[in-house]
């Protein structure tokens, strides 16, 4: 980001509480700014606020002190210009695909009064993320005939229906095979490059933080703050093939190893373990 240029949101010492406020935050003292069209991921050992911070950008969650911005105005709760996707994908299994899509803009339509070329243009949208996301052939199927693959597609395209200027991903790809997975990587990349959206990201999965986000944002638990940032040396037109660079093998090493330094894991076997107990102990 250029030095003079604004950031198209921001946190400045963003602290939350669950609880009482003398208590362990949520978030300790956060700062982020992500620029316009960036692409950040955020990654972290469970418990280190990801999803917090996630939703308190959206709006969807205040916080206790600090300061929220989206293009230089305080963030107070939810706006059309900042959409979120979700880990389940939360569609209306009594509309089809192409009415899921549109459903958003047809409330706005009817609540604010628009026109009838209003309502062209709202379906010309709808028809355009049809395509975009490879779901035209599909577009008169019900959510509970697709796959989940093809379920998270509806989901992202009825976000960016209204065209927001921010994308906020909440482990989207997370209930996901493999294969799918990879196929949904290089789609997102692809909306990414036209829509120019700016998209904040997040995962537990370090390869996939990565390989989606221009910067990887770690965070740390207990209490949840920033701990370190990483610039991704890749170029922004990516392939599968990249995941096998000595950069991209580095990189994950050096994220891995200071997510298991900062929960306090030396080894994954150790994580395991504290895992089994955990389990025993519930």
Not at 92 to 116: D, G, H, M, Q
Not at 144 to 173: C, H, K, N, Y
Request: net charge neutral; with cysteine; glycine share 8%.
């Amino acid at each position: 980001m250029n030095a003079t240029s604004q950031p198209k949101l921001s946190a400045r010492g963003v602290w939350k509480f669950y609880g009482p406020r003398n208590g362990q935050p949520a978030l300790q003292d956060v700062s982020l700014d992500v620029p316009e069209n960036g692409f950040v991921t955020l990654v972290g050992a469970s418990g280190c606020g990801k999803s917090t911070l996630l939703r308190t950008l959206a709006g969807l969650e205040t916080h206790d002190a600090g300061a929220l911005q989206c293009d230089g105005h305080a963030i107070a709760g939810p706006a059309p210009e900042r959409a979120m996707v979700f880990q389940h994908y939360s569609l209306y299994p009594w509309l089809t695909v192409a009415e899921n899509i549109r459903f958003c803009r047809r409330l706005s339509l009817f609540a604010r009064n628009r026109t009838s070329a209003d309502v062209e243009a709202a379906s010309g949208r709808a028809d355009a993320l049809l395509q975009l996301m490879g779901l035209a052939h599909v577009a008169s199927h019900y959510p509970g005939q697709l796959s989940g693959g093809m379920q998270q597609r509806v989901a992202i395209a009825r976000a960016l229906m209204s065209r927001p200027r921010v994308l906020l991903m909440d482990e989207p790809f997370g209930a996901l095979d493999a294969q799918t997975r990879e196929v949904m990587h290089d789609l997102i990349l692809h909306v990414h490059r036209l829509e120019r959206t700016t998209i904040v990201f997040v995962t537990h999965d370090v390869e996939e933080a990565i390989y989606l986000g221009q910067r990887v944002v770690l965070m740390a638990p207990r209490p949840g703050r920033i701990d370190t940032i990483y610039d991704v040396p890749l170029p922004a037109q990516r392939s599968q093939d990249m995941k096998h660079s000595p950069e991209f093998l580095q990189l994950k090493r050096d994220i891995l190893a200071r997510i298991r330094a900062t929960s306090g894991m030396q080894t994954d076997l150790e994580l395991l373990e504290q895992l089994s107990r955990e389990a025993r102990a519930a």
